[in-house]
């Protein structure tokens, strides 16, 4: 069985319990930024793909940025 690395916006929302107007945002702050840009997939208007793993790893990177500017 081979484990699955991207997934849809919806499945990305349901993996990290983050409702979906919250997940755009998110996203539109993780095409911002040079260093994560790459882990979203997109090639069509509608065909959004986003790294499973990149996307914890933003998360990640953005509790510890938070935690630094407190």
Known sequence: MTKKVYAKKSEIAEIFSIPP????NILTEV???PDFHNIILKWGVKSV???ISG???FL?????QRIKNL
Request: glycine share 0%; hydrophobic share 20%.
């Open 49 to 51: 793909r986003v790294s």
């Open 21 to 24: 107007r919250t997940l755009d």
């Open 60 to 64: 990640r990177w953005k509790s510890n």
């Open 31 to 33: 095409r911002r930024n």
């Open 55 to 57: 996307f914890e790893d």
